[in-house]
C-alpha cells in the first residue's frame, strides 16, 4: 500500500504563507489523484484541493485564488502553497491520494498522518 508522508505545517499570523509537501511510496500515475483534506475537530473533514496525476486541479471556494497545488512526478511529491492565510484555514492538513487504473478501477483513498496549520488573529 502506499505510504505518504507530509511536512511543512506550522503557526503563521493572518496573512502569512506556509508550503505543505506530500511524498509517496509509488508513482503516480496520470488518472490518479492526491490532494489534501483539512481535518478541524467537531466538523466534518473537507477537501481542500487536488490534483490529477495529469496536472488537472480543483479547489474548495474558501482557498481559491490564495492555494495553489502542483505536482512534481520525478520527486513522487505534491506541494500545497498557501497564502494570505486566514485563521479559518487552521487545522491538521492530511494528504489523501486515490490511486485509478488507466482500466477505470479505483483503489481505496489513503491519507498521511497529517500535519498542523495553526494561522492566528
Known amino acids: 500500500q502506499v505510504q505518504l508522508v507530509e511536512s511543512g505545517g506550522g503557526s503563521v499570523q493572518t496573512g502569512g504563507s506556509l508550503r505543505l509537501s506530500c511524498i509517496a511510496s509509488e508513482s503516480i500515475g496520470s488518472a490518479s489523484v492526491l490532494g489534501w483534506d483539512r481535518r478541524v475537530p467537531g466538523e466534518k473533514q473537507r477537501m481542500v484541493a487536488t490534483?490529477?496525476?495529469?496536472?488537472?486541479?480543483d479547489y474548495a471556494d474558501a482557498v481559491k485564488g490564495r492555494f495553489t497545488i502542483s505536482i512534481d512526478h520525478a520527486k513522487r511529491t505534491i506541494v500545497l502553497e498557501m497564502n494570505d492565510l486566514k485563521p479559518e484555514d487552521t487545522g491538521v492538513y492530511l494528504c489523501?491520494?486515490?490511486?485509478?487504473?488507466?482500466?477505470?478501477?479505483?483503489?481505496?483513498?489513503?491519507w498521511g498522518q497529517g500535519t498542523q496549520v495553526t494561522v492566528s488573529s
Open positions: 489523501k491520494y486515490t490511486k485509478w487504473t488507466t482500466s477505470g478501477i479505483r483503489w481505496p483513498s489513503r
Open positions: 490534483i490529477t496525476g495529469a496536472g488537472v486541479t
